[in-house]
């Protein structure tokens, strides 16, 4: 990956240059150490917008194969402050279109200018786990999935992603400007677009969501080798 210094430079380019210069460097990287197989594609022919994807989340890598693979629809992705506030991450950022959301919080405003934007017609791509699995596989979902799907009324698509836990390791001491691209096979298996499920009469809240998240999660682990499913095996 660049260099602190050299991302810091760049970032302070006019915002045109910004976005140029960080999709050459995200291209060559990608080229040069990502092999991407996509399975799935035909799931993508047909289906209703605006469109909410759901993706395991592995890696700082996955969003920029994500993009590769989701490019004619364009979604926007839902991103963690903390990447566009570090130099070298920012760059990332910048390949693709993002709103931010502070992650662990009832970020209100976060979540308004989400709902506004599928409203809008606009597709999005969420990591429901709400950060990046240290354990290699799926962990719990955060609840916002399940909030933003019944305040839009937008389908679903799941995604199972793995590989990019190999494409760029998360470091261990937290420092994500000394994350690197190393060699590796990414998997991208997209699934079949779907409505998550009513809630019943007899249904307690808690009850509801638990399961509607559990059914949610289930779609993605589906897609995913068995040692990836994690909490949703």
Not at 150 to 169: C, D, H, N, S
């Amino acid at each position: 990956m660049i260099s602190t210094t050299t991302a810091k430079i760049i970032n302070i380019l006019p915002h045109k240059c910004v976005t140029y210069i960080a999709k050459k460097v995200v291209d060559t990287y990608l080229k040069k150490y990502a092999n991407i197989i996509i399975e799935g594609s035909e799931n993508l022919k047909g289906i209703k917008t605006p469109t909410i994807f759901i993706c395991n989340h592995l890696s700082n890598s996955d969003g920029l194969v994500l993009d590769k693979a989701l490019k004619e629809i364009d979604p926007t992705f839902v991103a963690g402050v903390k990447l566009s506030n570090n130099a070298v991450t920012s760059i990332g950022v910048n390949v693709i279109k993002t709103t931010n959301i502070k992650p662990n919080t009832a970020d209100k405003e976060g979540l308004k200018k989400i709902i506004k934007l599928v409203k809008q017609g606009e597709s999005l791509l969420i990591f429901p786990e709400g950060t990046r699995s240290r354990v290699g596989s799926l962990i719990e979902a955060k609840k916002g999935i399940l909030l933003i799907a019944r305040m839009t009324g937008a389908p679903i698509v799941p995604i199972g992603l793995y590989g990019t836990e190999k494409l760029i390791a998360i470091n261990k001491e937290g420092d994500m400007s000394a994350e690197i691209f190393n060699y590796a096979d990414v998997h991208i298996n997209i699934g079949k677009q779907f409505k998550i499920p009513k809630r019943v009469k007899e249904q307690d809240k808690k009850e509801y969501e638990y399961f509607s998240i559990k059914y949610i999660m289930k779609k993605i682990a589906e897609l995913l080798p068995e040692n990836y499913r994690g909490v949703y095996k």
